[in-house]
C-alpha cells in the first residue's frame, strides 16, 4: 500500500500527466509531434489498402497492368510521407526532451541553491552529487522520444529504431 498521498496514482497515465507539466510551455511543439504521428499512423494504415487494390485489380483474373505504375506511385509517397513523419517525431521529440530536461535540471539546481547552510552541513556532498545525477539520468532515459511517442518503434517501415 502506498502511503502519503493517495491521489496519486501509479503508472503510464501518471508520469504522462507529469510529463504534460513540464512539456506545458511547448505545447505548439508537442501539439506538432503529436500530428506527425497521428500522419505516420494514418499512412501505416493505408499502406494495406495499396497491397489489396495491386492483388484484386492488377494481379487478380481480371486484373490490368495499368493500375500498377500509379499504384506503386503512391506507395512510394505513403513510404515518403512515413519517413517525414518519423524524422519530424524523431526532431521535435528529441528537441522536446531536451527542453524539459534543461528546465528539470534548472529547477533542481535553483532548488539547491535555495537550501539552507544546515541542510548542507547534515548531508553528504557525494550524495546530493549521486542523487542529482541519478534522478535526472533516469527522468531522461524515461524522456526519449521512443518511450514517449511509442510509435517510434519501426513496423518494419524503415523508422528509427531507438533501444
Not at 499504384?71 to 527542453?99: E, K, P, T, Y
Request: aromatic share 10%.
Amino acid at each position: 500500500m502506498i502511503s502519503g498521498n493517495t491521489d496519486k496514482k501509479p503508472g503510464a497515465l501518471a508520469f504522462l500527466h507529469e510529463i504534460w507539466g513540464y512539456a506545458r510551455p511547448y505545447r505548439g511543439r508537442s501539439a506538432l509531434c503529436a500530428l506527425a504521428t497521428a500522419i505516420r499512423a494514418a499512412f501505416l494504415l493505408i499502406l494495406p489498402l495499396f497491397y489489396q487494390q495491386i492483388f484484386d485489380r492488377v494481379l487478380g483474373p481480371d486484373g490490368s497492368v495499368d493500375l500498377l505504375g500509379p499504384l506503386v506511385g503512391l506507395m512510394v509517397l505513403a513510404f515518403i510521407v512515413i519517413i517525414l513523419a518519423d524524422l519530424a517525431m524523431a526532431w521535435l521529440g528529441s528537441d522536446l526532451a531536451a527542453r524539459i530536461m534543461g528546465d528539470l535540471r534548472r529547477r533542481m539546481y535553483l532548488h539547491l541553491q535555495g537550501l539552507s547552510e544546515t541542510f548542507y552541513s547534515r548531508t553528504q556532498i557525494g550524495d546530493l552529487t549521486s542523487r542529482f545525477t541519478n534522478d535526472l539520468f533516469s527522468v531522461d532515459w524515461a524522456m526519449t522520444p521512443t518511450r514517449i511517442y511509442p510509435s517510434c518503434r519501426a513496423e518494419g517501415t524503415g523508422g528509427p529504431i531507438h533501444t
